[in-house]
């Protein structure tokens, strides 16, 4: 009776294999739930583990129950009635040898009061509090029994579900499935540490833990069974990733062995800067790969400003250097276009024919550049990941390079591998991103990408200052603009992304736009939003870049790869609306020559606590990797992958947060047990991932 609407009797659990599998025309509502819930083998069942658990095991004398106590007592109905109060309610009063108390409900049926009728001995569950009628539960948990009825064993197991499915009905149904699910070992001895449960074990202690078991331990998850639990599924993640790996040494990639001469020595004499330690190191890295036979899966990070897009050019030039095509992809059209200009002022006076394919090139132009690239005339191709999945054709695409990783969806990885098809070659793949990924997911879904890291800037910069303010001191904010305008220096405002409205996103940075007009008399304030047509962005920009414009306000269409080292403020409105990455990025964009920085972020009060805690992390840290880090404890990994999240394949059990040395293990078992027990790792894998392997390796 905990859940008033759930009937008195638990409906029958369905029974056989296959619980609510098949085509049955009349599905219960629970069996339906389940279903919807993915409950539908004897092993999802037996993995269905509990949120927490009831102590039912014992029973509490009522006189020695504090208020606020959660317990269970037994004893006899001395007085059951209705009683209109502010509302119906039935009041029924219980005791035992120690004294008594009153059971008071407020939704009930006519059954209820039948159930609890004075004389009868009731088993009562709740927790205690002194109302106004005095001490009292509130809708406790009710079970009418015999005297001396045994008591459980176990504790009792509360699950995941949902309205449709009650608890009683899910237990019966996992008791069930437990004693058919097939959970024999399948793991050769010695594979994990000693001292775990088996996996039959474990799971069976999960559902039905006995009295002693340390409910805290069970809780937290750190119970020996949770370990075994959690191996298992961390060891399974492993072994397909290096699936992935050995799979990927298969495959054949077109030869870009360093050529002398030609495009890459061109623009090493042609840069107005030496590269540092970290560029020379991550561009031999990443030569090296490119003279390998196999496709390069590689990941470039640094942290903004890092000079991630010279190390790409150099990329390009020694693909093309070697004959073959290469591909530069951008989120967003604004962003292909300003991230990678620079790149092209660098290569295209060295005689290269680059082709832009972005939304807005249409008509002849575009048919144009898309006969360039199918011919091959056309060596570099610069465009959006949508623009170059779609219909292109390239003519030998050997290299494709993409910016900010994490937007680029696995789908869009995966249609990227095709493009060389007929070829039956694979292009080499460079992934960059400013946000690294942290360590703990670098060694689980990443540990089939190799990764290379930029980690010292470029002499000469001046660390970012960053300063919160409350937005009632938004004057005092554009005071300070004024002084950095005064001084020649160029500014960025960045308005918000209003929640599901680019029309109120695009008011919000026009009356900005207009205030900042209006206070800074004599300077060039900008607009720069996502609902203007390209070349108009382009203007914007370049007016901007040439130092034409003091002022930029933007929406966070500026949020990567721009690159006005001129600009030494950076204002964010409503910062408590962008997430930690994005904050990150934007504060990137100032900083970027000797001048000193400083970022405002403007916030509206009251935060909330995820929205203070990414404030607090920015104004205490600079370091990308430790933004990164924070991000992933206050976001949790599955929303840090992005489009991952909603992909099965995260973690069900581990947590890569608290669960740093269980997956180091697991790191260490998996190329053991490959090799040792090819059968036993592929049964392992099979067992935890099904049919989402494939998606992991995306
Ligand atoms: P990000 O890693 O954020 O993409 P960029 O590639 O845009 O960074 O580089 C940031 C700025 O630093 C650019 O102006 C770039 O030309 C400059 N830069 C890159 N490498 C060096 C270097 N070795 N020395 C001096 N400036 C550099
Ligand atoms: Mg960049």
């Not at 404030?615 to 880090?629: P, Q, S, V, Y």
């Amino acid at each position: 009776m905990t859940d008033p609407d759930a009937p008195a009797q638990p409906r029958k659990a369905p029974t056989g294999t296959g619980v609510g599998a098949g085509t049955a025309p009349r599905l219960s509502a629970p069996a339906q739930a389940m279903r919807r819930l993915g409950l539908l083998r004897d092993i999802d069942l037996a993995l269905h583990l509990p949120l927490r658990y009831e102590d039912e095991t014992r029973l509490t004398a009522i006189a020695s129950l504090h208020d606020g106590d959660v317990a269970q007592v037994e004893g006899r109905v001395i007085d059951c009635r209705v009683e209109e109060r502010s509302r119906r309610q039935l009041l029924v009063r219980l005791q035992d040898d120690s004294g008594d108390l009153l059971l008071r409900f407020l939704h009930f049926y006519p059954s209820n009061q039948k159930q609890m009728a004075v004389g009868g001995r009731l088993r009562v569950r709740g927790e205690l509090r002194g109302g106004f009628l005095g001490r009292e539960m509130v809708h406790p948990t009710v079970k009418v029994v015999q005297e001396g009825a045994p008591l459980p064993a176990a504790l009792t197991p509360v699950y995941p579900g949902s309205a449709q499915l009650p608890q009683a009905y899910l237990r019966k149904a996992v008791l069930s499935a437990l004693g058919r699910a097939p959970l024999h070992e399948l793991l050769p001895p010695g594979t994990l540490p000693p001292g775990l449960p088996s996996l039959r074990d474990a799971v069976q202690l999960l559902h039905q833990p006995p009295p002693q078991a340390s409910a805290q331990a069970l809780e937290d998850r750190s119970h020996p069974a949770w370990q075994r639990l959690k191996l298992e599924e961390l060891l399974a993640q492993q072994l397909s990733q290096l699936q992935a790996q050995h799979e990927r040494a298969q495959l054949r990639a077109p030869d870009l062995r360093q050529r002398a001469g030609g495009l890459r020595n061109g623009l090493l004499a042609a840069l107005p800067f030496a590269l540092t330690a970290a560029q020379q190191r991550v561009v031999a890295e990443i030569a090296q790969d490119l003279a390998r036979a196999q496709p390069m899966n590689r990941l470039l990070q640094g942290d903004v400003g890092s000079g991630k897009t010279v190390v790409a050019a150099l990329a390009a030039a020694v693909a093309i250097d070697a004959g073959w095509q290469c591909a530069l992809m951008a989120p967003t059209e604004i962003l292909a276009e300003q991230h990678f200009r620079k790149l092209i002022d660098w290569l295209q006076p060295l005689g290269l024919t680059v082709a832009w394919l972005t939304g807005s090139r249409k008509g002849k132009l575009r048919t144009t550049m898309l006969q360039q690239v199918a011919s091959g005339q056309a060596m570099l191709v610069v465009g959006t990941h949508a623009v170059i999945q779609h219909d292109v054709a390239f003519a030998r695409l050997g290299l494709a390079i993409v910016d900010e990783q994490h937007r680029f969806g696995v789908a869009q990885r995966l249609a990227l591998r095709h493009k060389l098809d007929e070829q039956q070659l694979e292009p080499h793949l460079l992934m960059m991103s400013a946000t690294p990924i942290p360590r703990t997911l670098a060694m689980s879904y990443y540990a089939d990408l190799d990764v290379s890291t930029i980690d010292e800037l470029p002499p000469g910069r001046t660390p970012v200052v960053t300063k919160l303010f409350a937005d009632n001191r938004r004057d005092q904010v554009v005071l300070r603009i004024r002084d950095e305008v005064a001084r020649g220096r160029q500014v960025y405002w960045v308005c918000p992304l209003v929640e599901e409205s680019e029309h109120l996103d695009l008011q919000n940075a026009t009356e900005t736009h207009a205030q900042l007009s209006a206070a800074l008399p004599g300077a060039g304030v900008g607009l720069l939003h996502g609902r203007m047509p390209a070349a108009e962005k382009a203007a914007v920009m370049s007016l901007f870049t040439q130092g034409q414009l003091q002022v930029l306000v933007a929406t966070t269409v500026i949020e990567v790869g721009v690159d006005v080292p001129n600009a030494s403020l950076m204002v964010i409105e409503h910062a408590e609306r962008f997430g930690l990455a994005q904050l990150h990025q934007l504060r990137g964009r100032v900083g970027r020559g000797a001048v000193a920085s400083v970022c405002v972020l403007l916030y509206t009060a009251p935060l909330s606590p995820t929205g203070k805690a990414r404030l607090k992390a920015m104004a205490e840290t600079n370091d990308g990797f430790e933004i990164a880090r924070r991000d992933l404890e206050i976001r949790g990994p599955g929303e840090f992958m992005g489009a991952r999240q909603s992909g099965d394949a995260l973690l069900r059990f581990a947590d890569l947060n608290a669960d740093g040395p269980l997956l180091q293990l697991a790191r260490e078992a998996a190329p053991r047990l490959l090799q040792q027990h090819p059968a036993a790792a592929r049964a392992h894998v099979d067992r935890w991932l099904a049919g989402r392997a494939e998606f992991l390796k995306a």
